[in-house]
């Protein structure tokens, strides 16, 4: 069963906006309970509300989902990737140039990646570095943790982003070692995929610098 929250969630992506009024009708709970949950949902970056004016008696609140809200409710991401990615190695099997247009795209989403968080990347050293580029990638969820070992820095996720696209085409994957690379300037190896069954996606350093273009 649903929690009173979610409900509330539900009734507003249904119905676009509802007062405190209308929500307590449908909740069949107090007001100032559904005053509460709102609140709780507001400061969370859910629900937002617009001051409505009468001609007679005190303003009342309106509320609806913010964007954010929409987006976690959006699923359809994944299938849509998956199936773009389908198209393209059709495409690519059409023309005769097997996995050239799919490496083509994915490497320039890797660039363009690199591009928009260089400015982000600082730090003398590859350590220095790595925390910084973890910061700055963990918003993208590409990079969660990094960890000093015996054989060098390893750059880890705990949940990959990218599930059913890395499952319909190891190009992702290699899109993201690319960006992760270009940041660093520094050579990048994966070894380690969630989708391959291991409990982390895992990316060692290397340390001899590469040039970037």
């Not at 949902?41 to 954010?68: C, D, I, K």
């Not at 890395?166 to 070894?191: D, K």
Request: charged share 30%; net charge negative; with cysteine.
């Amino acid at each position: 069963m649903k929690g009173t929250r979610e409900q509330a969630l539900d009734l507003l992506r249904q119905r676009g906006e509802l007062t405190v009024a209308e929500l307590t009708a449908l909740l069949g709970i107090a007001q100032p309970a559904v005053r509460r949950h709102l609140d709780i949902l507001n400061a969370e970056g859910l629900v937002e509300f617009r001051s409505v004016r009468q001609h007679t008696g005190r303003p009342y609140f309106v509320y609806t989902l913010t964007e954010r809200a929409r987006e976690q409710a959006s699923t359809g991401y994944s299938r849509l990737v998956e199936r773009l990615l389908a198209e393209l190695r059709a495409l690519d099997d059409d023309s005769g140039a097997a996995g050239r247009l799919t490496e083509t795209l994915l490497a320039r989403m890797s660039e363009h990646l690199a591009d928009e968080h260089r400015a982000s990347i600082s730090g003398e050293t590859i350590e220095e570095r790595a925390a910084s580029l973890v910061a700055t990638l963990a918003r993208e969820g590409i990079l969660d943790d990094f960890e000093v070992r015996e054989d060098g820095v390893h750059l880890i996720n705990s949940c990959c982003p990218y599930r059913r696209a890395a499952l319909a085409s190891e190009e992702v994957c290699r899109s993201e070692q690319r960006a992760i690379s270009l940041l660093l300037e520094t050579p990048v190896e994966q070894i380690g995929r969630i989708v391959d069954g291991r409990t982390c996606c895992e990316y060692l350093v290397g340390a001899v610098p590469v040039p970037v273009a």
